[in-house]
């Protein structure tokens, strides 16, 4: 699944239902109507963000995450409308509002029960112009997404105005999804389309969704904050994190190449996405990683790692990932941001093959990786300091979501919402059609160059890998060769 802006999702003309939740005077029964105070509090990162909005001068917008798919047509209203109230019942994140008492700082919650929850169901008048869907779609996420206020998301479905499929077949359906980061993360809008889908062929045709069952991400910000509630100085989380920050000067790794001068505050980032290997590439790539004893995200990594040495003349790779923190069986099926950060690091100037810097790479994985099960906020608290990411690369084995195999016919794509900031973020993520790299960065000239450069040499690096074994690295020296001359030497295959 691409992951991508709306604007880089293909939009036809259309009608577009939008299917906002509501709870009070439609709740179905007088008992349910309203809120109930709740004294669960939210997860460490999901109070950051909240404190974060607070305190940026977009008080929350344009921080979604979503999702657009395809179903089949027509339309069946009244059931798109039960699966959608059985999907918000399933998750009780999103019948849950956190918020922060402004004058005060205190953070409190309340929460709707299951069947407390309606659709304002708003019909727009047609749009014979693509842009116009689009702009309504834009405007709407942007604006109404925001953790601020609830709710932090809302559906769309368009159904176009011109048959989008051959003579006799009925036009398909697109639904649109967005939600404040808040609640969900990347692996939440891979769920987002399977469980709409089944849910909606249940309400529609009787066959049953048979989802497993989703725990409440308000449980795991409990348990979250009773593990990590006391902190010290000597927890290795913080000891790596300082290790870290000081060989940083207190900062976060920057983009190995040079990304220009930060923009306006109100110039958007400019993206990519590419394919940059097929299912068969990607599989090839993955066993010779294996044969190493490593993971393909270490291969990834040593990869970007050569990239940013041969583009640079630096031999220290240095960046940030995400990791999941789904650590137990009821978060599996659960939307929530089940996310942490670990430091990576590691120099390739000692390195005599291709197999020894993945062999790097992967020694930082395994050694970071536990670190993103302390969330940074508490590594921060603990540390009296604070930074903000520049150079983030995330991977993703997205393979096996459920029906994955399905994405290219839904026509599925995981999108985000404009930033604004001066950074560099990378996506890979590995799906039944391969492998996929979406790339945000300041919309400057430099950066623009200098991004599609490296993701350039990302892509001929792994080429050269998958077809011959080995890589070569024309711009920087290793152990002493002269520049232009040191080999990246075969993986091994006999292991």
């Not at 299951?114 to 779609?137: M, R």
């Not at 994190?241 to 060989?247: G, M, Q, R, T, V």
């Not at 190995?256 to 306006?264: A, T």
Request: with cysteine; proline share 7%; hydrophobic share 40%.
């Amino acid at each position: 699944m691409e992951f991508t802006e709306l604007a880089d999702y293909a939009i036809p003309a259309g009608t577009l239902t939008e299917w906002i939740p509501s709870v009070g005077p439609h709740a179905a029964t007088p008992a349910l109507a309203g809120w109930q105070p709740d004294d669960r509090p939210t997860s460490y990162v999901h109070e950051a963000h909240l404190r974060h909005s607070h305190a940026s001068p977009r008080r929350g917008s344009e921080s979604w995450l979503g999702a657009a798919f395809e179903i089949d047509g027509p339309l069946d209203k009244p059931a798109f409308r039960r699966a959608v109230l059985a999907w918000i019942d399933r998750h009780e994140s999103m019948r849950s509002h956190a918020s922060i008492d402004e004058p005060s700082g205190q953070l409190s919650r309340v929460t709707a029960a299951k069947g407390a929850i309606d659709i304002w169901q708003v019909e727009q008048e047609p749009c014979a112009q693509s842009d116009e869907v689009f702009d309504h779609l834009q405007y709407l996420f942007d604006e109404y997404t925001s953790p601020l206020a609830w709710p932090a998301y809302a559906f769309v479905t368009l159904e176009p105005l011109e048959p989008t499929r051959p003579s006799g077949e009925h036009n398909r359906i697109t639904v649109f999804f967005a939600a404040d980061h808040s609640i969900i993360d990347g692996f939440s809008t891979a769920l987002v389309a399977h469980e709409i889908s089944v849910l909606y062929a249940e309400a529609k045709d009787g066959r049953p969704a048979d989802l497993f069952e989703a725990g409440s991400y308000l449980d795991f910000g409990v348990s979250e904050r009773r593990i990590h509630a006391e902190l010290e100085h000597t927890h290795d989380a913080v000891v790596a994190w300082k290790e870290f920050l000081d060989d940083g000067d207190g900062e976060f790794p920057a983009f190995p190449l040079d990304i220009g001068q930060p923009n306006s505050p109100t110039t958007p980032q400019g993206g990519l996405s590419a394919w940059i290997l097929d299912a068969e590439r990607a599989d090839a790539l993955s066993v010779a990683c294996r044969k190493t004893g490593n993971s393909l995200f270490a291969g990834l990594l040593a990869a970007l790692a050569v990239a940013g040495a041969e583009l640079s003349g630096t031999t220290e790779f240095r960046t940030i990932s995400p990791v999941h923190t789904r650590d137990q069986p009821q978060w599996v099926s659960s939307l929530g941001w089940f996310v942490g950060l670990c430091p990576l690091a590691f120099d390739l100037a000692d390195a005599d093959s291709f197999a020894s810097i993945v062999a790097k790479a992967s020694d930082q994985v395994n050694r970071t990786k536990p670190l993103a099960r302390v969330p940074l906020d508490r590594v921060f608290k603990a540390l009296g300091t604070s930074a903000t990411p520049r150079f983030v690369v995330s991977f993703m084995d997205v393979r096996f979501a459920p029906m994955a195999d399905h994405w290219h016919e839904w026509n599925a794509r995981a999108l985000r919402s404009k930033h604004y900031d001066h950074d560099v973020y990378l996506w890979i993520n590995r799906t039944p059609r391969g492998l996929n790299i979406a790339a945000r960065y300041p919309n400057t000239e430099t950066a623009t160059a200098n991004v599609h450069q490296y993701v350039g040499a990302l892509r001929r690096i792994l080429d050269e890998v998958v077809d011959t074994g080995s890589a070569t690295l024309p711009e920087h020296g290793l152990r002493g060769h002269p520049i232009g001359t040191a080999p990246i030497g075969p993986i091994p295959t006999d292991q």
